[in-house]
C-alpha cells in the first residue's frame, strides 16, 4: 500500500464541511458503475431505481398528466427504465445520463429513445420540452449551488406552460438520526472495489438534520479514495421556497411519483411545476 501520512488520513476522517464535495468520480467509475447498473436492472430493489413495479405505476401516472405525443427529456435516466416505458406510449423522449455503462445499456435496448452520454448540469436547451422529469429524488442529492443551476437550466428548456416533474425525500427520513460511524472489511472487494477494501463509514447531519451527507473512505492495497454523498430532506414549504424564484407556478404537489394524494407524512414528495 502507498504510503499515507497520519495527518492526512485523520484529516479525511474529520466530519466534512457543508457541502464539501469529492473528487472521486462516482457514477461513471468503471467497478462502481458495474453495481449500480445491477441495482437499476434488479426489479426487486429500491436501490439506484425504484422496484419496477413502482416504475409501472409511475410511467402510467406521468402518462395522465403529460399530453400525448409530448417532447420529454429525462434527467438521470440511467438504462432508460422510465425513457423506454414512455416512447413505447408515444412520446419523443431524451435521456442524459452521465454513465457510460447505463447509456450504452439504454441505446441497445431502445432505439426510440435518444440518449445522451453527459452531466446534466452542462446540458443546453432553450424551450426545447414540454415536459422534463427528474426522479428518485436526484434533486436532493445536489448541493443548493447546483440545484439553483439545474433549476435555472430547466425552466430555460422547457417550453411556455412545459412542466417540471420532480420528487425529494422528506424530513421524515432524517427524523431521529444522528452522526453516526462504522467500518468494514471486505476481502474479496466489493461495490466499492473490485481489490480487497477497508471501507471506514460516517452518516453525517447538519442544518437541524434537513442536510446529510454519507462518507465513505475506500482503502485497498495501494490507494484511498474518499466519496461524499449528499442528501437534502424537504417539507412542502421549504421546497417551494427553493424552486419557485425562477419563475414556475406550483401545477400540483403529491406524496410520490405515481400521483398519490398529498398528506404531508410519506417518506417522499413530488412536485409538479409549470413554466
Avoid at 107 to 123: A, F, R, S
Wanted: contains cysteine; hydrophobic residues 35%.
Amino acid at each position: 500500500m502507498r504510503e499515507i501520512k497520519m495527518d492526512k488520513l485523520f484529516q479525511m476522517l474529520q466530519k466534512a464541511a457543508l457541502w464539501q464535495r469529492s473528487r472521486e468520480p462516482f457514477w461513471d467509475d468503471e467497478h462502481i458503475s458495474k453495481g449500480m447498473f445491477e441495482a437499476h436492472l434488479n426489479p426487486d430493489w429500491d436501490a439506484a431505481s425504484r422496484k419496477h413495479s413502482f416504475i409501472d405505476r409511475s410511467v402510467k401516472w406521468l402518462e395522465s398528466i403529460i399530453p400525448e405525443k409530448s417532447k420529454i427529456l429525462d434527467l438521470g435516466c440511467g438504462p432508460g427504465l422510465y425513457t423506454k416505458k414512455l416512447s413505447d406510449a408515444g412520446y419523443d423522449v431524451t435521456g442524459i445520463d452521465y454513465s457510460r455503462r447505463s447509456i450504452s445499456y439504454a441505446k441497445e435496448h431502445d432505439t426510440k429513445t435518444k440518449y445522451i452520454y453527459q452531466d446534466y448540469l452542462e446540458m443546453d436547451y432553450y424551450e426545447d420540452f414540454d415536459a422534463i422529469t427528474l426522479i428518485y429524488c436526484d434533486y436532493g442529492a445536489m448541493v443548493p449551488d447546483e440545484r439553483k443551476m439545474l433549476l435555472s437550466k430547466i425552466y430555460r428548456a422547457l417550453k411556455p406552460g412545459g412542466l417540471f416533474i420532480f420528487d425529494v425525500f422528506t424530513e421524515q427520513t432524517h427524523r431521529g438520526k444522528s452522526d453516526q460511524t462504522s467500518w468494514s472489511f471486505h476481502e474479496q472487494g466489493g461495490f466499492w472495489s473490485e481489490k480487497p477494501l477497508l471501507c471506514l463509514e460516517a452518516e453525517y447531519y447538519y442544518e437541524n438534520n434537513t442536510a446529510r451527507v454519507n462518507k465513505y473512505i475506500v482503502i485497498t492495497e495501494n490507494s484511498i479514495r474518499e466519496f461524499l454523498i449528499w442528501d437534502t430532506a424537504f417539507t412542502k414549504d421549504t421546497l417551494l421556497q427553493e424552486v419557485m424564484p425562477f419563475g414556475f407556478k406550483l401545477h400540483g404537489i403529491y406524496d410520490d411519483v405515481c400521483g398519490s394524494p398529498y398528506t404531508g407524512e410519506a417518506d417522499t414528495l413530488c412536485c409538479v411545476l409549470k413554466k
